[in-house]
């Protein structure tokens, strides 16, 4: 089989020794590399042409709006909050969870597609600024706090 390009696995957990052990088993070594714990994900970001968040579960994706900031696509799976960060077919592509066949599709489609992921990234960075910047949560959560207390005194 013929690998155009790398995968970066980033982060630990219950599960990095059996991935690793399966990238080995599958003759990946030199195609996947593991980073473990990522202090300041920046410069891993900015080595990506997309970010992918296989989740079987998730709350808030800080990872995939790190991804949006820096202007990459995301392929996502719709658990939790992914579906509300990332907009599939504008700022990525979302699949179901734990079908490894429509993840390794999207992704496929975006790594042959540079014009689609510049377009996807752009639209994730305007996303997030519109939406998820600290100064745009802080303006939701005044809000919040004004639309509780008017509802108190009324």
Known sequence: MLFR???????????????REEARRLGLDGFVHFLGHVAEPLSVYRALDMAVLPSLSEGMPLAALEAMMCSLPVVGT??????EV??????GTLVPAADAKRLAEAV????DDPALRAR?????????MACFSPGRRAEHIVHLYQHLTSAVRA
Do not use: C, N
């Open 108 to 111: 496929t489609g975006l790594a």
């Open 120 to 128: 996807y990234g752009e639209a994730g960075r305007e996303r997030v």
């Open 5 to 19: 390009s790398q995968g970066i696995l980033a982060g630990d957990g219950p599960d990095a020794m059996s991935l």
């Open 78 to 83: 719709r658990v939790g909050g992914v579906p």
């Open 86 to 91: 990332v907009q599939d077919g504008r700022t």
